[in-house]
């Protein structure tokens, strides 16, 4: 699934296309995009919005429009928009949606899992929706050490579910969690809330570090991932964890191992990542390491 850095990526290229252009007409082939709406419906309210802004909150692309409308776009597992020139477009099976713009260039979104979203939300509708679904923002400047150590205060879950969670943290999933834990040598199936003032610092440039460097490479293509010129990431190539399952790590040669926590295919360096913290270790035997596996699983 595209997570911060894909969409990100996808905006990036987005903006120029989009903004100041009119959707001079929309077709939307697919109700499932839209659903509960109605897909007619949909598209004929998009017809003659004119875009002012292409934005992102965690994995949403959010459409503005100058009557105050958003469209928010979601891609789930394998959405992507496409940027064409004219309007004549190579037969596609798995094209659900298509937007001609006033300049003559078409968008063209294709989905071959058919998870994606499209909503078009009313003015006054757009920051509750998102404010509700979507927390902090891990690349803003105002997102500090001290303010990730509020997020996870008082969660009961392992650190891996939480960093998951898009509440709290907007933008993070599988991939870019395994890679941040890796970058701040902390095991997944820690305690979200149990991590001191170091540990949340190297937590938080680890997050950043993973995210920056995704959004270096455009993201990662995995299954469907395209940018809108049809290109695609190259993150792929450089990830230190994820997929690297018997692979030495990058920094001390231990093969990469493999579980699940929180449900999700999860990768690691057992030494780099130990589940107890080294000085919990030697000091207490009895610090309860089993019962967050369990809870966390
Ligand atoms: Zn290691």
Avoid at 188 to 195: D, Y
Avoid at 232 to 244: A, I, L, N, P, T
Avoid at 248 to 260: F, L, M, N, Q
Wanted: with cysteine.
């Amino acid at each position: 699934m595209p997570e911060l850095p894909e969409v990100e990526s996808v905006r990036r290229q987005l903006e120029p296309a989009l903004v100041g252009r009119r959707f001079e007409r929309v077709v939307i082939d697919d109700g499932r995009l839209v659903r509960p709406n109605d897909p007619a419906e949909v598209a004929a309210e998009l017809q003659g919005e004119r875009v002012a802004a292409v934005e992102r909150r965690g994995k949403y692309l959010v459409v503005r429009f100058e009557s105050g409308r958003a469209l928010l776009i979601h891609l789930r597992m394998t959405g992507n928009l496409l940027h064409l020139p004219g309007r004549s477009l190579p037969d596609d099976p798995h094209r659900r949606a298509l937007v001609a713009l006033d300049d003559g260039s078409t968008v063209a979104y294709r989905d071959v899992r058919r998870f994606g979203t499209w909503l078009l939300l009313e003015p006054g509708e757009v920051e509750p929706y998102l404010s509700a679904k979507v927390g902090d923002e891990p690349l803003d400047a105002l997102f500090t050490a001290a303010r990730l150590g509020e997020r996870l205060a008082g969660r009961r879950t392992s650190l891996k579910a939480a960093l998951l969670d898009q509440r709290t943290l907007a933008g993070m999933g599988n991939i870019y969690v395994d890679e941040a834990l890796w970058r701040a040598r902390l095991n997944p199936l820690r305690a979200a809330a149990g991590l001191d003032r170091v540990e949340l610092r190297r937590l938080h440039g680890g997050i950043r570090a993973a995210l920056e460097h995704g959004l270096a490479r455009q993201g990662s293509t995995l299954r469907d991932y395209r940018l809108p010129d049809g290109s695609g990431g190259s993150m792929q190539d450089e990830f230190r964890v994820y997929g690297r399952g018997g692979e030495p790590c990058d920094r001390c040669g231990t093969p990469i191992a493999r579980t699940k926590v929180a449900g999700r295919t999860t990768w690691f360096c057992p030494t780099c990542q130990p589940e107890e913290p080294p000085q919990a270790a030697r000091s207490s035997s009895r610090r309860p390491s089993r019962s967050s596996r369990q809870s966390s699983v």
